[in-house]
T-cell receptor, first 116, second 111 residues
Framework: EAQVTQNPRYLITVTGKKLTVTCSQN?????MSWYRQDPGLGLRQIYY???????DKGDVPEGYKVSRKEKRNFPLILESPSPNQTSLYFC???????????????FGPGTRLTVT | RKEVEQDPGPFNVPEGATVAFNCTYS??????FFWYRQDCRKEPKLLMS???SGNEDGRFTAQLNRASQYISLLIRDSKLSDSATYLC????????????FGAGTRLFVKA
């Protein structure tokens, strides 16, 4: 089954404790992306990757890191989480046509993160 | 000003009604346009792509006006199952390709 998986689905942590949210897709997609969703603000792009070893900032990259060492995986790293990073996080992937995500983006089920 | 703006609603309509959603975008480097649907904090799912020539998928019709930087979605003969949040999405060529979501329009279809 074609899918995007994220782990963990739910996480409660404390300020300053490094964490990683994993994202994996089995569709051989070039484009992968992380979003956070907050009430009233919609989904905002954190980072995206157009292919292996190619990453770029979205609109809200501060406080986050990513890496793309393999095509299927795109982990999101919070080196020192803060309460303002409490949010619902989605990973997505898309086949890259002409380098861009011009086709459907498939989303993972989401990770609900609470930082206290 | 947000790069992609939508009327947040909510829109409350009876079954069978026709409802229209609008979306405006501000970046002239916008290249691709989509409508996604999101049910109650679940992951967004593609409803349809939007083309300049307009496109239709069953009860759903999408239109793009590049000159006015405006996108629309029309839902005819609304069903209870259409109740969801509809997200306008724009891909912007910044040298890379950023994805910008509108904040969404909430639709409630009532019996």
């Amino acid at each position: 089954e074609a899918q995007v998986t994220q782990n963990p689905r739910y996480l409660i942590t404390v300020t300053g404790k490094k964490l990683t949210v994993t994202c994996s897709q089995n569709m051989n997609h070039e484009y992968m992306s992380w979003y956070r969703q907050d009430p009233g603000l919609g989904l905002r792009q954190i980072y995206y990757s157009m292919n292996v070893e190619v990453t770029d900032k979205g609109d809200v990259p501060e406080g986050y890191k990513v890496s793309r060492k393999e095509k299927r995986n795109f982990p999101l790293i919070l080196e020192s989480p803060s309460p303002n990073q409490t949010s619902l996080y989605f990973c997505a992937s898309s086949k890259g046509l002409a380098g861009g995500p011009y086709t459907e983006q498939y989303f993972g089920p989401g990770t609900r993160l609470t930082v206290t | 000003r947000k790069e992609v703006e939508q009327d947040p609603g909510p829109f409350n309509v009876p079954e069978g009604a026709t409802v229209a959603f609008n979306c405006t975008y501000s970046n002239s480097a916008s290249q691709s346009f989509f409508w996604y649907r999101q049910d109650c904090r679940k992951e967004p799912k593609l409803l349809m792509s939007v083309y300049s020539s307009g496109n239709e998928d069953g009860r759903f019709t999408a239109q793009l006006n590049r000159a006015s930087q405006y996108i629309s979605l029309l839902i005819r003969d609304s069903k209870l199952s259409d109740s969801a949040t509809y997200l306008c999405v724009v891909i912007v060529n910044t040298g890379g390709f950023k994805t910008i979501f509108g904040a969404g329009t909430r639709l409630f279809v009532k019996a």
